[in-house]
């Protein structure tokens, strides 16, 4: 069973960002299954440490596009990447210093909130990206 799968609810209708966000998805699943595992503190850190690079280098493509088209809910949705890097690496930083364990709980975490921000946070801005011509 996959962890997360991407289905069509989750496209914002923007080619470029969708398979960013499958890659995500893709991440996240070889991240669960390492945990499921019970793969070496070596190996999870890379991954933690790879989900965190990627995620941080999409959220800066969306950021870049709401600033140069003067996206009107800007902050908000900066806002909530900031959220989520600082979380992702205060659990990268607890993990590797020996202070926590990754569970199932911290990859539920990682997939709701993945799920959630894709479905309501970015479906916000899909129309409004096309309208200027992001493909």
């Given at each position: ?12 209708k ?52 709401m ?42 975490f ?9 479905l ?8 409004f ?7």
């Amino acid at each position: 069973m996959t962890f997360l799968s991407w289905t069509d609810e989750l496209s914002v209708k923007i080619d470029s960002i969708d398979n960013q966000h499958k890659k995500l998805i893709d991440m996240l699943g070889d991240f669960y299954n390492n945990v499921s595992n019970r793969s070496n503190k070596e190996s999870i850190s890379k991954l933690l440490l790879g989900m965190k690079n990627y995620t941080v280098m999409h959220f800066s493509t969306e950021e870049q596009y709401m600033k140069k088209f003067d996206y009107p809910e800007y902050e908000i949705h900066k806002k909530e990447h900031e959220q989520f890097v600082d979380k992702v690496k205060e659990i990268e930083e607890k993990f590797n210093s020996g202070k926590l364990v990754l569970t199932f709980e911290i990859t539920m975490f990682l997939k709701d909130w993945l799920k959630k921000h894709i479905l309501e946070t970015d479906k916000k801005y899909s129309d409004f990206f096309i309208r200027h011509g992001i493909s």
